[in-house]
């Protein structure tokens, strides 16, 4: 970024630095208002440069443009207020068997795959309520809040 304005800096020096012909050294330069008034001006601090005519830029026609028809809007689908899950997992599955002897209970349940069933309801747009059903003879409620 520096660079780019140390160039610029010097083309403008350069720019500036241009000599005046002989001819203007010295001379003055006198300005008339419409009014009358005049005021005059050193060749060595300014310059006369000449305008160029104003050109005007062509006139195009347009024609009018048809008025934005606005699109129907379309309905968002609701959420689901009922969702069901199956779910899958490994744990005991199974009743608890049980072996008696005079001194001593015996208890052994299997461990497996244990499949089950799960029912949401939204309650309203924090709250839901659930339940559960497992293959393992286990049901769960629940009742949760959104976020």
């Known amino acids: 970024m520096k660079y780019l304005i140390l160039i610029l800096t010097m083309f403008s020096v350069i720019a500036q630095a241009d000599e ?6 010295d001379g003055v330069i006198t300005v008339t208002l419409k009014d ?4 005059t001006f ?3 601090e300014y310059m006369v440069v000449a305008r160029h005519p104003k050109v005007a830029a062509p ?14 809007e379309v309905p968002s ?26 001194n001593q209970v015996d208890v052994d349940q299997q461990k ?7 029912l949401q309801r939204d309650l309203n747009t924090k709250y839901h309520i659930m339940g559960e059903a497992l293959t393992n003879q286990t049901f769960l409620l629940g009742i949760g809040r959104g976020f």
């Open 42 to 44: 050193s060749s060595n």
């Open 112 to 118: 497996g795959a244990v499949g089950g069933v799960v």
């Open 20 to 25: 005046m012909p002989a001819y203007m050294k």
């Open 59 to 72: 006139v195009v026609a347009v024609a009018p443009s048809a008025p934005k028809q606005s699109q129907p």
């Open 77 to 102: 689908e609701p959420a689901y207020k009922n969702r069901i899950s199956l779910v899958v997992g490994y744990g005991y599955n199974g009743k608890l068997k049980t072996s008696e002897s005079p």
């Open 36 to 39: 009358g008034k005049s005021y």
